[in-house]
């Protein structure tokens, strides 16, 4: 999807992206909508399209493409409905029903809730519009939008993509867990062969000009030889140390009366 959105969203243009969803199963509703002939006048508009992908990943959501395409672009990104995107459309080819503003900054519609002019303002600002499309809406009125927005001199690209469906989804996680654990099983494996081995000399002239002559690899380093050494002088010194404790002894009679003073003896 991000090789899609490059080529669609170029510098300040003006561009639509219609994103079809998924049925009520989970299954990807753009091909069974263009394979049905439910869009004769987007179908008549295949062979002048600049781009055509039959597969695409990362399109899992509206809110991943809304992601994906603000990556692209420092303009404003919306996702919208199609009743949205008329009044954007309208707004566009007629200044009649704008109204500026006191100090002249933004034209916008007049609404009657600060919610509505939040979602007016927004929708003024955004260049790039993600089209939310339900496979449950009228497929005449979906194809008239989409060849009329394509048709619109306003707007300078149009992308026409479908949701991938669950059992996709599920799929390239898969591949890309397993992809995962592949680099990590790899990177795993070249630690344990690095604490296998201790370099004594540094290769770097040798990456350099690709000769290995004059290193050497060893089993035992200086360090872990004196280390060794250490344990052992440790072990026979707490070895001496406890043997001579041992040795100490004490009485080995005990009483019940002392003897009296001056009979110790």
């Known amino acids: 999807v ?74 404003n990104v919306l996702s919208i409905s199609m009743s949205e995107l008329h009044r954007k459309l309208n707004s566009l080819s007629s200044k009649a029903e704008m109204e500026v503003t006191i100090d002249g900054s933004e034209p916008q519609k007049i609404t009657s809730s600060k919610a509505a002019n939040k979602r007016a303002r927004q929708l003024q600002s955004a260049n790039v519009l993600i089209v939310n499309i339900d496979p449950k809406d009228d497929a005449a009125e979906i194809d008239r939008t989409i060849a009329s927005t394509i048709e619109n001199e306003k707007v300078n690209s149009v992308v026409l993509a479908g949701v991938r469906s669950l059992q996709e989804v599920k799929h390239e996680r898969m591949l890309a867990s397993q992809r995962r654990q592949s680099v990590m099983q790899k990177a795993g494996e070249q630690v344990l062969e690095a604490r296998r081995r201790r370099r004594l000399e540094d290769q770097a002239n ?60």
Not at 219 to 236: H, R
Request: charged share 15%; with cysteine; aromatic share 8%.
């Open 2 to 75: 991000s090789a899609v959105l490059s080529d669609a969203i170029t510098g300040t243009s003006f561009s639509v992206v219609f994103l079809v969803g998924k049925d009520e199963s989970g299954r990807e509703s753009l091909t069974e909508l263009a394979s049905s002939g439910k869009l004769p006048a987007t179908a008549e508009k295949y062979g002048s399209a600049n781009g055509i992908y039959h597969h695409v990943s990362g399109i899992e959501s509206s809110g991943a493409m809304v992601r994906a395409a603000a990556a692209h672009t420092e303009e």
């Open 206 to 265: 040798g990456q350099e000009n690709g000769d290995m002559s004059g290193v050497y690899y060893v089993a035992m380093t200086p360090n872990i030889l004196a280390a060794l050494l250490f344990m052992g002088l440790f072990t026979t010194i707490a070895w001496i140390g406890i043997s001579c404790m041992g040795a100490i002894s004490g009485q080995d009679v005990f009483v019940s009366k002392m003897p009296s003073v001056g009979r110790e003896a």
